[in-house]
């Protein structure tokens, strides 16, 4: 498994402004996921982020409003850019072990934008 | 195709009864099918997962039925606490690629003391 960190755990912002989370894993993993979970519903994959290639993102979701970077193999932040009210939102990471298909999340961020 | 589709939505069970939630999907490339336990203000936690197969897997009171030809899987859970208490959602993803997780809809757990 993997111990994974999030920052801020939660953040009230106004529209209009960006929010960059952050996702700290306690080992070197190849494979790191962004995913969006509107309140009461699924997790919604945003991007996958492997270290040393672009991000690759789901359909409905682009780079300029969701920026990504994976600078090595432990870190990624998510840029949440020119929020509105719709972006509210927990936004979540995690991280896939090599070798295996198993995924552990990040505690998660929640996003209040007014 | 790549839906998978969770029921029921919302389940009340009794303690020390069975909670049975179960999943159904398209794609026949799936391959590996966990389900994740979710507590209120937390992040998913991986509960227990199975591959094509077997077609069971128990691990404690978590048991997972899979059944290929009809596509569909299923979690049981055991001598159901007030502590299961909590969303539940199966998943699928593929070898190949990135290995994206396709996530069911969800069920809420009541175990009612």
């Known amino acids: 498994s993997a111990v994974i960190s999030q920052k801020p755990s939660r953040d009230i912002c106004q529209r209009g402004t960006s929010l960059t989370i952050q996702c700290q894993v306690d080992?070197?993993?190849?494979?790191m996921f962004w995913y969006r979970q509107q309140p009461g519903q699924s997790l919604t994959l945003i991007a996958t982020?492997?270290?040393?290639?672009?991000?690759?993102?789901e359909s409905g979701f682009v780079i300029d409003k969701f920026p990504i970077s994976r600078p090595n193999l432990t870190f990624s932040t998510l840029t949440v850019s020119n929020m509105s009210p719709e972006d509210s939102s927990i936004y979540l990471c995690?991280?896939?072990?090599?070798?295996?298909?198993?995924?552990?999340f990040g505690p998660g961020t929640r996003l209040t934008v007014t | 195709q790549q839906q998978v589709k969770q029921s029921p939505q919302s389940l009340i069970v009794q303690k020390g009864g069975i909670s049975i939630i179960n999943c159904a999907y398209e794609?026949?490339?799936?391959?590996?099918f966990p389900w994740y336990q979710q507590f209120p203000g937390k992040g998913p936690a991986l509960l227990i997962a199975?591959?094509?197969?077997?077609s069971e897997k128990k691990e404690g009171r978590f048991t997972i039925s899979f059944n290929k030809s009809a596509k569909q899987f299923s979690l049981h859970i055991m001598d159901s606490q007030p502590g299961d208490s909590a969303t539940y959602f199966c998943?699928?993803?593929?070898?190949?690629?990135?290995?994206?997780?396709?996530f069911g809809t969800g069920t809420r757990l009541l175990v009612s003391p």
């Open positions: 998943a699928a993803s593929m070898s190949t690629g990135f290995q994206k997780l396709v």
């Open positions: 794609n026949t490339a799936f391959d590996y």
């Open positions: 080992s070197q993993v190849t494979m």
């Open positions: 995690s991280v896939g072990i090599t070798g295996s298909h198993e995924q552990y």
């Open positions: 982020a492997n270290q040393g290639s672009e991000a690759t993102y």
């Open positions: 199975i591959r094509p197969d077997v």
